[in-house]
């Protein structure tokens, strides 16, 4: 059995794309700011339906109430550091590990030219 259907949620594979974390922090900012408009998790997942899910039925069962409770429940900081660990992009991370891998050869190599003319003094 490949997929496991009972999970806990925070357990899941599936995480929330960007694309609606900004959304939803879109919607928890503007009840933050008015109590009267403030946007429960059930009308949250409906305005995101509605809205960017439209056409994305795989996306739909991804993003579930349970999900958008535990993100709106989060302080505004933790928000804001969930988006940005996701802005990352992979390739960009990809590259920047490819960089400090070949950075880190070339100083080793040097190391070991500068311990060889040390040696033939």
């Not at 357990?11 to 403030?38: A, P, R, T």
């Not at 960009?92 to 311990?115: F, K, Y």
């Amino acid at each position: 059995m490949t997929y496991r259907w009972a999970e806990y949620p925070g357990n899941s594979q599936n995480k929330l794309s960007i694309e609606y974390l900004v959304k939803l922090k879109e919607l928890y900012d503007i009840g933050k700011k008015n109590k009267k408009q403030k946007v429960s998790a059930e009308r949250a997942h409906q305005i995101l339906i509605d809205t960017i899910l439209v056409d994305k039925w795989a996306d739909q069962l991804d993003v579930t109430v349970p999900k958008i409770k535990a993100f709106f429940s989060m302080n505004p900081a933790k928000q804001k550091g969930t988006i940005e660990q996701l802005s990352i992009e992979p390739e960009a991370l990809t590259e920047a590990v490819r960089e400090l891998v070949e950075d880190e050869r070339n100083a080793e190599a040097l190391s070991l030219v500068d311990l060889e003319m040390e040696l033939h003094k």
